[in-house]
């Protein structure tokens, strides 16, 4: 079945810093994957979809210039938290959709950021 | 942003009991209904999925069922397990656009 790896599980980061964040889609090409942000006892929030070699889409109320989204390739894109807070502490899931599939999305195991 | 109404926030069941949680819709462009089951500290997993054209599907002891009319649906666990514990999500989605509902922490009791 479909797999997406996503890398780190978990990262620790000094406020100020920037932490990148890899999502793959290791048996099958995405030309679209999404990123979410969850945090504790609550549901998966949109944050912008990916589109591969364009520019994401993000969602209202997200910054696009603190939450970079690069789609380089068909199976791989990446979310960097630039001058990251204690407020962006959360956890980061990405998603892909198989191009050559009905519906399903596949979830990464997700990201745990801690801001400190 | 989220489109999608999900009841009740926590459910409580014994061990072989029934587990029901229900979700809503508004938008009928949604072609695709899923539920995932998540586990702490891991992303969501499909557990099973509908689309409209169907009113229930069964996959061993999980059940969908969809009623387009109302735009509602539900997921029904038959003889509910400890390990079953878990956040369930509905969720509606079309071609590049996916939202969830708020979640269902359900507790299996043994």
């Known amino acids: 079945g479909a797999v997406v790896s996503q890398h780190p599980s978990r990262v620790i980061c000094k406020s100020g810093t920037s932490v990148k964040i890899e999502c793959r889609s290791l048996?099958?090409?995405?030309?679209?994957m999404f990123w979410y942000r969850q945090f504790p006892k609550q549901s998966l929030m949109l944050m912008a979809t990916?589109?591969?070699?364009?520019?994401?889409?993000?969602e209202q109320g997200v910054e696009k210039d603190k939450f970079l989204i690069n789609h380089a390739s068909l199976t791989l894109s990446t979310l960097t938290v630039t001058s990251a807070h204690p407020e962006d502490s959360s956890f980061y899931i990405c998603?892909?959709?198989?191009?050559?599939?009905?519906?399903?999305?596949?979830f990464g195991s997700g990201t745990r950021l801690t801001v400190v | 942003q989220q489109q999608v109404k999900q009841s009740p926030q926590s459910l409580i069941v014994q061990k072989g009991g029934i587990s029901i949680i229900n979700c809503a819709y508004e938008?009928?462009?949604?072609?695709?209904f899923p539920w995932y089951q998540q586990f702490p500290g891991k992303g969501p997993a499909l557990l099973i999925a509908?689309?409209?054209?169907?009113s229930e599907k069964k996959e061993g002891r999980f059940t969908i069922s969809f009623n387009k009319s109302a735009k509602q649906f539900s997921l029904h666990i038959m003889d509910s397990q400890p390990g079953d514990s878990a956040t369930y999500f509905c969720?509606?989605?079309?071609?590049?656009?996916?939202?969830f509902g708020a979640g269902t922490r359900l507790t299996v009791k043994p």
């Open positions: 998603s892909a959709r198989n191009s050559g599939g009905i519906g399903g999305y596949t």
């Open positions: 048996d099958f090409q995405a030309t679209t």
């Open positions: 990916s589109n591969e070699g364009s520019k994401a889409t993000y």
């Open positions: 938008n009928t462009a949604f072609d695709y």
């Open positions: 509908i689309r409209p054209d169907v």
């Open positions: 969720a509606a989605s079309r071609v590049n656009d996916m939202r």
